[in-house]
């Protein structure tokens, strides 16, 4: 067919001859979509993303291996990939332009939230005293740095950002690591809110009533619900950024040298390798996200993720209810229901 020239970010004219333009179009903005869910859930950046494209897939993958080696850290994220892609995207995952398109979307995604949280979204995120200083980077560095984890130099090593000392990640913090208030600030939720809701997404977040747009807003257009570890992570991230002096969000901040990237792998493998563990406080993290995003969300077991503890209490009883109901000790013969409708017959 014949060829246009190709637009910024219109990749499916590179797509094969084979594919009519129709399709081949459609089928860009849909990789596309999944390439902005995948930014959202996932994972802020790919752990290379030159592999990521060109990797045979694992179908016995086993994600508890996840943290074994780079490699089975970028078939992890490969699995997540291929769940997102549209189901015809996925035989052509290995052709340049849908690859193009998934990173298209990322990018997008990437940078409108990074403006939003910096611009419109701003006002939600930090109070008035913190507002003052948003202007320079010079006016953040110096008002925030001990809040995302700012380490000064001393004699025998240089200075630092602590990834886990950083007490913009607790809702209290006491100087040292603790996991059961790891990952609370209310700032993190206010984040992620923006990014599924909108810029206004913090709006009674914490309430019965939390804001919802009457625009399509991500959580809906993706389906989103429940709160997963990358998202978290995300969170966290992005918290940090924020209050940074960095004037770009890059995979390494252009004033602080933080390595945003190493960042996220650093969250979320605690928060997966926890996962996979079943440690409390990763189960007790998950249903606090989900009882402010999600709080109908069904557990496993029936009873709400997040819900209170009246309800759960409930489930409970219930659920003893029916395992102990008393069985049939001799279930009645066929032939006794016979007579019986012959007798009333």
Avoid at 139 to 152: A, L, S, T, W
Avoid at 246 to 264: H, M, P, S
Avoid at 326 to 339: D, H, K, R
Wanted: charged residues 30%; negative net charge.
């Amino acid at each position: 067919r014949p060829r246009r020239r190709r637009k910024r970010f219109h990749r499916a004219d590179d797509a094969p001859a084979s594919l009519d333009s129709q399709n081949s179009e459609t089928l860009e903005d849909r990789t596309r979509k999944a390439g902005r869910h995948f930014l959202i859930d996932e994972g802020l950046f790919f752990i290379d993303e030159g592999a990521i494209w060109s990797l045979n897939v694992d179908d016995d993958f086993d994600y508890s291996t996840e943290f074994n080696s780079k490699s089975t850290r970028i078939q992890a994220q490969l699995q997540d990939v291929i769940r997102l892609l549209p189901d015809d995207a996925v035989s052509r995952r290995t052709e340049e332009w849908i690859g193009d398109a998934f990173r298209d979307g990322m990018g997008s995604q990437r940078s409108a939230t990074a403006y939003r949280l910096r611009r419109p979204s701003l006002k939600h995120l930090a109070d008035a005293t913190d507002l003052k200083h948003f202007t320079t980077s010079s006016d953040r560095f110096e008002n925030f740095k001990q809040r995302i984890g700012y380490v000064p130099a001393t004699d025998t090593a240089g200075a630092y950002y602590s990834a886990f000392k950083a007490p913009i990640l607790y809702d209290e913090f006491a100087g040292e690591i603790d996991v059961d208030h790891l990952f609370r600030n209310p700032l993190l939720l206010n984040i992620h809110a923006c990014i599924l809701r909108g810029a206004d997404g913090p709006t009674n977040l914490f309430t019965d009533n939390p804001y919802r747009p009457q625009a399509p807003y991500m959580e809906k257009i993706h389906n989103i619900t429940r709160t997963s570890t990358g998202a978290i992570a995300n969170a966290a991230v992005l918290a940090i950024w924020l209050y940074s002096a960095d004037t770009k969000f890059l995979e390494r901040g252009n004033e602080t040298n933080i390595n945003y990237r190493k960042r996220y792998r650093q969250y979320v493998e605690e928060l997966r390798k926890g996962l996979t563990a079943k440690k409390a406080w990763v189960d007790a993290l998950l249903n606090y996200w989900d009882g402010v995003f999600f709080p109908d969300a069904d557990d496993d077991d029936g009873a709400a993720r997040g819900a209170g503890d009246g309800e759960n209490a409930e489930m409970e009883s219930v659920v003893d209810a029916f395992a102990n109901a008393p069985s049939l000790e001799t279930p009645p013969a066929v032939c006794s229901y016979v007579i019986c409708v012959i007798s009333y017959s």
